[in-house]
């Protein structure tokens, strides 16, 4: 973030009321450049306040107000666009720090403790949704359905004709557009291999994956940007799920401002070059929901799933006629 950005961004705090500054030691413009130095660095407390020179307390105390101050105008920044295809929705795991009795249960397939953070991504690189909270060993599924269940995570459904790509293991509805099961999926498969598209369904595939393929991008500069994301520290449960809206919230704060960001540049030039890993999973709502709201929302899943499925075949074979068209199946 550059100065400029940095002025702007306490300019815009203030503006709406959420960071005032205060006379005292530490102003607003410090206090912000604490919490980006710690978001960005994951540096301790103590080797801050020997940056900033200031008391550990204070760092902590203004890391804390700033923090939240972010978090409060996470609302301005991470909010659903209106396009078509409005995005795409997939998981990622953050480092977490639960309390001793929850370890087990955040213990991810690698055996490592992670929380489980679903979003919501355009295709302008900038997050639109982001839930949180959940368990590491829990997956993709359970933490969607929940999302979507329950009115106060603020999930946006899509206006009609607009959907959200999402990956095979998720459910097909008229919001909700997934790719074709049993066949080939990941773009690295048609990379790797060299083989040609051989089918329709295969030419689907492939640019729902090229197309998916972003959002998990979208995660690893997240994760480079900010490595407090990697190595969570000993904060308050609720202070580490403000952590992930934070950095969220930066993320496409950068994105609006700073188009010419290095982060950014690199995976502009850098897609369609790599590779998406499909996530996977299937299971139950999660407990927080209630049964009617949870009922009410399967049974319009499994209403629209016929509709949707019709209009993904509609699109698959409108693709396989135009690539036929050109010339490239033999």
């Not at 909270?133 to 106060?152: C, L």
């Not at 209630?290 to 019709?310: D, I, N, P, Y």
Request: charged residues 20%; positive net charge.
């Amino acid at each position: 973030m550059t100065p400029e950005l940095l002025l702007h961004l306490v300019d815009e705090l203030a503006q709406h009321g959420y960071l005032r500054d205060r006379l005292g030691e530490v102003n607003a413009t410090q206090a912000v450049a604490m919490l980006l130095y710690i978001l960005g660095h994951n540096t301790h407390f103590r080797l801050v306040a020997d940056r900033f020179q200031h008391s550990t307390e204070t760092v902590c105390q203004h890391f804390r107000k700033a923090l939240r101050a972010v978090q409060h105008y996470a609302k301005h920044l991470i909010k659903p666009d209106q396009n078509r295809c409005i995005g795409a929705i997939d998981g990622t795991l953050v480092s977490a720090r639960p309390p001793t009795n929850a370890t087990q249960a955040h213990r991810d397939r690698k055996s490592l403790i992670t929380t489980n953070v679903l979003s919501v991504c355009n295709m302008d690189m900038q997050f639109t949704f982001v839930h949180g909270g959940w368990e590491g060993s829990v997956n993709d599924s359970r933490v969607f359905e929940e999302a979507i269940s329950d009115w106060k995570h603020g999930f946006l459904w899509p206006p009609t004709g607009s959907y959200y790509l999402v990956d095979s293991g998720l459910p097909i509805g008229t919001s909700f557009l997934p790719s074709h099961r049993s066949t080939r999926y990941h773009a690295q498969e048609f990379y790797s291999s060299g083989r040609r598209i051989t089918s329709k369904k295969e030419l689907h595939n492939y640019r729902h994956s090229s197309l998916r393929m972003v959002i998990k991008r979208y995660f690893g500069v997240l994760k480079v940007r900010f490595l407090i994301l990697n190595l969570m520290p000993n904060f308050k449960p609720i202070r580490q799920h403000y952590v992930v809206i934070v950095c969220c919230a930066l993320h496409n704060f950068i994105r609006t401002n700073n188009q010419s960001d290095e982060l950014f540049r690199t995976l502009e030039e850098s897609v369609g070059e790599g590779s998406v890993t499909n996530s996977e999973g299937s299971g139950d709502a999660g407990a927080s929901t209630s049964s009617t709201t949870q009922r009410h929302v399967l049974e319009m899943l499994s209403a629209s799933k016929r509709v949707m499925g019709q209009f993904r075949d509609n699109i698959t074979d409108t693709m396989w006629d135009d690539y036929v068209a050109r010339g490239n199946v033999r």
